[in-house]
């Protein structure tokens, strides 16, 4: 991210005060595996559902492994690696939103 993204991101958690409903969305999520393992069953649902799957390569919270399962889990959908970290939307903007159109034209 540039400084001045950065610091958009950061402004409004200047505080400790301001950054505590961040910290219990973090702990909701890492106490949620059931919840997500049930999503996963699910997935078949998606079959046949067109997938563009854009991600970032040098994400640190979601890693390249993580593509691999989805993946092999979804042959058929389309995956665009970007030399980006978790905010690939932010930090390759335009070659997410070409990614996109490109998908959405085919």
Known sequence: LTKDVHRHYL????????????????????ESGDWFQGLWEQRAK????????VWGEKDKLL???????????????KVKRIKAGHFV????????????????AT
């Open 89 to 104: 939307q932010e930090e390759k903007g335009s070659e997410v939103t070409d990614a996109i159109q490109s998908f959405i």
């Open 63 to 77: 890693p390249l492994s993580l593509l691999d399962k989805w993946e092999k889990n979804f042959p058929e959908a």
């Open 11 to 30: 402004k409004p958690l200047s505080s400790a005060a301001a950054r505590l409903g961040t910290w219990h969305f973090a702990i909701a999520l890492s």
């Open 46 to 53: 998606l079959q046949h559902i067109p997938k563009l799957i």
